[in-house]
């Protein structure tokens, strides 16, 4: 069994955000799990936030949605294949 995951970290919410939200869209449907981590108390956010995402699929759209990611300032993204040994 592989999984494909993808860790990103958001260094500056108001500008990348919304960027990094149309991409997780755009691949949706490779998104199997996501979630999103940021400080936030009542009314006032963080402007770091993390996101983790389990990717099904084929490697080739992971590492195109990895790509796509990194490129976006602001944003820092790791791709791992996570492979169980039987």
Do not use: F, P, W
């Not at 998104?31 to 402007?47: A, M, P, Q």
């Not at 996101?51 to 195109?64: C, F, N, R, T």
């Amino acid at each position: 069994m592989k999984k494909n995951v993808i860790l990103i970290l958001v260094s500056n919410r108001s500008k990348s955000a919304i960027t990094v939200q149309k991409l997780l869209t755009e691949y949706g449907c490779i998104i199997k799990t996501r979630l999103g981590i940021h400080d936030g108390v009542e009314n006032v956010c963080s402007e770091c936030g993390l996101v983790m995402i389990e990717l099904s699929g084929s490697d080739k759209k992971a590492k195109e949605l990895y790509n796509k990611l990194s490129a976006v300032k602001g944003v820092s993204a790791k791709l791992a294949s996570l492979k169980m040994n039987i």
